[in-house]
């Protein structure tokens, strides 16, 4: 599972890289700085691979952190079981159509992501998902094709962000790299290639990904 992380490192790293080229590039158009968590509210569904990657770094924190946040997750676990009441471990959301999500994920939903700290920062910021590093800009690819047309309401006031030159990467290679990087991840993981499977943040604190059985919990989910 090391070379699996590896290279989720290195390809988290290419986002990275594109997020620091564009606040260089239009630091008068994008407010994004630390300690502003404007985007980290609501609810967000997350790949296994970005869970497994973000329990890595949680089990680093303090335990009473650890026991603090918890308590947050726990709680949400709570509420989703009012509209999911056989919500349970390994808490995989893909045996329900993702049209049922929004009923765990409602647009309205302003609550602060459980990972945020009394400072507004991240707690495990090194091992956020590709989708927090993902917000806040559009995602053009590097062939001109907008691959996603939203962006921070703080961000690109005075212009139309689709129009500059300097935001486009190529987001259809990293994307492509990473459902192979998930099939990887699923095949060490379960003992077959899956292409999604998806949890939300705070569901992922919660699962055991060392002392489950996962294949078993695999071959059940065929029968």
């Known amino acids: 599972m090391q070379e699996i992380l590896k290279r989720?490192?290195?390809?988290?790293?290419?986002?990275?890289?594109?997020?620091?080229?564009?606040?260089?590039?239009?630091?008068?158009?994008?407010?994004?700085?630390?300690?502003?968590?404007?985007?980290?509210?609501?609810t967000f569904d997350i790949t296994l691979l970005?869970?497994?990657?973000?329990?890595?770094?949680?089990?680093?924190?303090?335990?009473?952190?650890?026991?603090?946040v918890l308590v947050?997750?726990?709680?949400?676990?709570?509420?989703?079981?009012?509209?999911?009441?056989?919500l349970d471990h390994p808490f995989v959301l893909n045996y329900r159509p993702e049209e049922d999500w929004e009923l765990l994920m409602p647009d309205e939903d302003e609550t602060?992501?459980?990972?945020?700290?009394?400072?507004?920062?991240?707690?495990?910021?090194?091992?956020?998902?590709?989708?927090?590093?993902?917000?806040?800009?559009?995602?053009?690819?590097?062939e001109g094709e907008v691959m996603h047309d939203e962006w921070c309401t703080m961000n690109f006031t005075s212009v139309d962000p689709l129009v500059l030159p300097a935001l486009t990467a190529p987001f259809d290679a990293i994307f492509t790299e990473e459902v192979a990087l998930f099939r990887d991840f699923t095949q060490k993981l379960l003992g077959?290639?899956?292409?999604?499977l998806d949890t939300f943040i705070p569901l992922a604190l919660m699962i055991d990904f060392d002392g489950f059985d996962w294949r078993r919990w695999a071959g059940e989910g065929e029968d």
Not at 15 to 35: E, K, S, T
Not at 55 to 66: H, M, N, T, W
């Open 8 to 42: 989720n490192r290195a390809l988290l790293a290419q986002v990275d890289d594109w997020f620091a080229r564009c606040m260089a590039a239009y630091p008068q158009h994008i407010a994004c700085q630390g300690g502003c968590s404007g985007c980290c509210r609501g």
């Open 50 to 68: 970005d869970a497994y990657f973000l329990k890595r770094g949680f089990d680093q924190l303090s335990d009473a952190v650890k026991e603090q």
């Open 72 to 86: 947050k997750c726990r709680e949400r676990l709570t509420l989703m079981r009012e509209q999911w009441p056989e």
């Open 112 to 142: 602060p992501c459980v990972l945020l700290g009394d400072d507004g920062r991240c707690l495990v910021y090194e091992y956020r998902p590709m989708t927090c590093r993902l917000h806040g800009i559009p995602l053009v690819d590097a």
């Open 192 to 196: 077959q290639r899956v292409s999604e």
